[in-house]
């Protein structure tokens, strides 16, 4: 591979009119190249698509640029729709509401390389709405990003959307992601666990937005009013149980595929173990929610 391959950094945006300039010109601003750049609106009704269009008009930069206007809202199908389009050996994730620092494509591959790892992460700084800081997205490193961690822990600092970069071989290897769960984030990292491993780069390489229209699941909960807040709380519970599901398929579809699994029997004993325990929580927080009315039963 050359020094420098070709690398995508695609920015997924929707219904962010307040800060979709600012990420798009971020996306246009990085110091890597060659570098394609790919914007997908997934199908915008309030101008953030119009307010793409017009940064872009006025760039005349090197790197290749693709902008994509969705006919239809895909939601947690977006990515998948757009792994087609990703024609870079590496790609790196933005989002619309989030800004990422010049050197943090360069970044991100001089660690995918260094490492030779399937997946890179990048730390955040954490900003409102207005762009003040409340500090960073982690703030102590934790080292341990072993499979097996991974499997007893349900998460690690790579399964941090906002800021992961992955190569190409997590989707040529595993094919697009299981349609229905919330799940770029844990299972892209828990896919390079399974692959070649993940790094997590402690310096923060983005700004990373948080306000009350951001799509997290975190942020969604922070900001609701009961009963919404239970339901999305109960959503999320039912989320954990799915994607415990798909890690179980990812690695009998890997070892199927000729894959080998260190630690097999034990990844998949406290990936079972957790199922069963998220599984109960889940129905004392439903068997909740019927008690007090909330929700369909």
Known sequence: MPSNPLVTFFVVAYQQPRYIEAAVRSALDQDYSPLHVLISDDGSTDGTADIIRDVLAEYHGPHEVEFIVQPHNHWVDHVNVLVPKMTGEFIVMGHGDDISYPHRTRTMVEAWQRYGVSVVTANARVIDAQGESSGFWVNTPNHDLSLPFFCRAMALQTCFGAGMGWSREVFDRFGPLKPGPRQVDIMLAFRGALLHGNHFIFEPLLDYRRHGENMSIDSMIEHAAEPERSLI?????????????????????????????????????????????????????????????????
């Open 233 to 297: 709380m109960e959503r999320h519970a039912g989320n954990i149980v799915a994607n415990l599901c798909a890690m179980l398929e990812a690695i009998g579809d890997f070892e199927t595929g000729g894959g080998t699994v260190p630690d097999a029997g034990v990844c998949k004993l406290s990936l079972i173990q957790n199922l069963f325990e998220q599984a109960r929580q889940w129905t004392r927080m439903r068997q909740d929610m019927a008690k007090r009315g909330i929700g369909i039963y």
